[in-house]
């Protein structure tokens, strides 16, 4: 991510200090003299730090969304020079709702109730209630990143620092910067489009027509970039009594799960993966006993048949295991795959026009502006290059083992 910045700018380092900390900890771990350190020079703080695992037990989810946005405040309070708390949220804070707004939400519970009585039930007990205590949401991170924002809402009008709130929507692959296509993790769509190129997926259960709100990585960065900027050459002098909230959204450019099918599917015989199982296939399902059926058949059928040779080969079978942790991943994600929301980014629009057009050009968030035709073959061979480890001048090779 960094290899360009390295190249043009190899003094960059020169204005980085690195800090230790961990978030679970008092203070975020960090020592008394780099606290001091950051108390006399820190004027502006992004808050990204969270476990964005849906599937995360809930003690561990309100650990870090939470009570590490608790701490955290503790410590911006002690930042003398501080001015701008930058906070990144979800948009899919409350998803349960059919509109995605730029507001703060009332609180799922009472936070400090519900943190005082996780720490006195064990993990099993935990686990075992932590649907009722979800309140509708469909997952713990949702969840606890709704009562992170709580915290900050509590908190906002007694500080004397102001705090944004930025809610991405689902955060894919850069489409120009910092490289393009440039993608570290496999989450979401990412780990679809690896699968399928890999014709390890053939079916997900997914309601076509509907959008898929993804946005390019650098959005929801630049974004950032531009609140913290806002806040404090543009908003009065007065402190808000709530945070203000940004939303990284693609609502006014939308696209659907049957246009990324239409421009991804070519891709992937174009631009062959050379460690393929089997060729790109299979097609999304609307019907999910059509989609299980088909899982059974095309998923774990071939993956049970080709343990048993390796097997027999005398080596370590690993293709049961690896369908069944990527069936849990997609299970996670159907929530987002047959539903879809409106949305309203007032506060983004608006300070999209009180840009330049120069710094609109450098910290270009306005996602209407996204051709998805190019952002999507972007993103497919970020895929191949990031995640699958596939060069380019591995293409001859890639496209005879596709023939075979």
């Known amino acids: ?33 780099d606290l001091q350190m950051m108390s006399k020079n820190v004027s502006i703080v992004f808050h990204s730090a969270a476990t964005v695992r849906f599937d995360e037990p809930l003690k561990n989810a309100v650990e870090l969304n939470v009570k590490g946005v608790k701490r955290m ?3 911006c309070k002690k930042l003398e020079n501080l001015e701008v708390l930058v906070h990144v949220s979800t948009a899919y804070v409350n998803s349960t709702r059919s509109e995605l707004n730029e507001t703060i939400y009332r609180p799922l519970c009472d936070v400090d109730k519900l943190i005082s009585t996780l720490d006195w039930l064990d993990d099993q ?3 075992a209630v932590t649907k009722s205590i979800l309140h509708g949401s469909p997952n713990t991170y949702t969840f606890s990143k709704s009562l992170g924002e709580t915290v900050l809402n509590n908190e906002a009008g007694e500080v004397d620092f102001k705090i944004v709130i930025i809610r991405p929507s689902i955060v894919t692959a850069s489409w ?58 543009h908003n009065s002098s007065r ?10 959204s693609t609502g006014q450019n939308p696209v659907t799960w049957a246009q990324c099918e239409k421009i991804i599917y070519p891709m992937m015989f174009e631009y062959p993966f050379s460690r393929a199982v089997w060729p790109p296939g299979g097609s999304f399902k609307s019907n999910y006993l059509h989609h299980r059926l088909d899982q059974a058949l095309y998923h774990f059928a071939p993956a049970y048949m080709l343990d048993g040779i390796i097997r027999l080969c005398g080596k370590k079978p690993f293709m049961v295991r690896l369908h069944k942790k990527a069936a849990k991943a997609m299970e996670c994600v159907q929530f987002y795959t047959i539903r879809e929301w409106r949305s309203r980014s007032d506060n983004t629009n608006s300070l999209i026009e009180r840009m330049s057009d120069t710094d609109r050009a450098i910290f270009n968030f306005d996602s209407r ?36």
């Not at 290059?385 to 023939?403: G, V």
């Open 73 to 75: 405040l503790a410590v």
């Open 239 to 248: 402190q808000p009594i709530n945070p203000t909230v940004f939303l990284a």
């Open 176 to 233: 120009k910067e910092p490289v393009p296509g440039w993608v570290d993790t496999i989450n979401g769509p990412t780990g679809l489009f690896a699968g399928s190129a890999a014709g390890i997926f053939r079916t997900m259960y997914c309601h076509t027509q509907m959008t898929v709100d993804m946005i390019p990585g650098e959005f929801p960065v630049n974004l950032m970039v531009a609140s913290a900027w806002d806040a404090l050459n």
């Open 369 to 404: 502006t996204i051709d998805w035709n190019d952002y999507l073959c972007t993103y497919y061979l970020g895929v191949r290059k990031f995640i699958l480890k596939d060069e380019l001048h591995t293409l001859p090779a890639a496209k005879s083992h596709m023939r075979r």
């Open 1 to 33: 991510a960094f290899d360009n910045v390295r190249q043009n700018h190899p003094e960059f380092f020169k204005k980085v200090i690195a800090v230790s900390g961990d978030i679970s900890r008092h203070e975020l771990g960090i020592s008394p003299q």
């Open 125 to 127: 007990t935990s686990n």
